[in-house]
């Protein structure tokens, strides 16, 4: 057994001795997250941002701290006990979305949040406009499953909705969704057609894996003023743009 593991144990031990499981739903266990975590904070109240570490030395309020942090780990450890959520996994998970959404490009020495479509980005629509945004961007594949494969084992994208098996979309951080379909009609995989973009911390390692993997690799990688990029072939003949940020507009 492990530290955590002895320590998941004699919080169990110490809830089911007071009897306080039909107590601990999700909802007021998330709450008792929040409220501990703002005990924490008080212990910095008042305190300017430049003196909070030295703050934090001082024995007496170290101990409250301390104390504090015990709280928070505390319920956030019974949360994840009652919901079944492998804490470690949804770290692991979201510190992946974390590199997409903070490449290292943009955020190296910035504290600012990356844009969101909704409120950050400019809107360039003209007043009166009929387009409200971009409700997706889809290819045309020929064989769903083989062009999955790619997608998902490859690339490691998630599908989000499966309709029929012959649609299958992803939504991708920021708020875009990417779809495959065979039910294009009309429509067929083509690799001097319109190529969506997909973002990656390292077009390079990205380039290579696919091409160790058998891809093909149509362009580059190559740099442009803002920008290092490739084009890889999906499985399908679809043109794939790689893109990794380098500087803002």
């Known amino acids: 057994m492990n530290r955590l593991d002895a320590v998941m144990a004699e919080i169990?031990?110490?809830?089911?001795?007071?009897?306080w499981q039909p107590f601990h739903d999700p909802k007021n266990l998330a709450m008792a997250v929040a409220s501990e975590a703002g005990e924490l904070l008080a212990e910095y109240r008042w305190v300017f941002n430049q003196d909070a570490d030295a703050a934090t030395k001082d024995v007496e309020r170290r101990e409250r701290i301390a104390a504090e942090v015990a709280d928070v780990a505390i319920a956030l450890l019974l949360f994840c006990d009652r919901t079944g959520i492998q804490?470690?996994?949804?770290?692991?998970?979201?510190?992946?979305?974390?590199?997409?959404?903070?490449?290292?490009?943009?955020?190296?020495?910035?504290?600012?949040?990356?844009?969101?479509?909704?409120?950050?980005?400019?809107?360039?629509?003209?007043?009166?406009?009929?387009?409200?945004?971009?409700?997706?961007?889809m290819y045309p594949v020929a064989d769903l499953q083989r062009a999955r494969r790619f997608y998902e084992n490859d690339l490691g994208l998630g599908p989000s909705r499966v309709f029929q098996e012959a649609w299958v979309e992803y939504d991708l951080p920021g708020g875009a969704t990417f779809a495959i379909t065979t039910m294009a009609e009309g429509c067929s995989p083509r690799s001097d057609a319109a190529s969506i973009g997909l973002e990656v911390e390292n077009?390079?390692?990205?380039?290579?894996?696919?091409?160790?993997?058998?891809?093909?690799i149509k362009l580059g990688p190559m740099t442009t003023p803002v920008c290092r990029m490739a084009v890889?072939?999906?499985?399908?003949?679809?043109?794939?743009?790689?893109h990794q940020a380098t500087k803002s507009w």
């Open 203 to 216: 077009v390079e390692r990205v380039t290579e894996e696919l091409r160790r993997k058998g891809h093909r």
């Open 12 to 19: 169990r031990e110490f809830v089911a001795e007071r009897e």
């Open 232 to 242: 890889v072939l999906d499985p399908e003949g679809n043109a794939l743009t790689l």
């Open 87 to 137: 804490l470690f996994d949804a770290i692991q998970a979201k510190m992946a979305v974390n590199r997409t959404n903070y490449p290292v490009a943009h955020f190296r020495g910035r504290a600012d949040r990356p844009k969101s479509r909704s409120t950050d980005q400019r809107d360039s629509r003209k007043e009166g406009a009929m387009v409200k945004g971009l409700a997706f961007a």
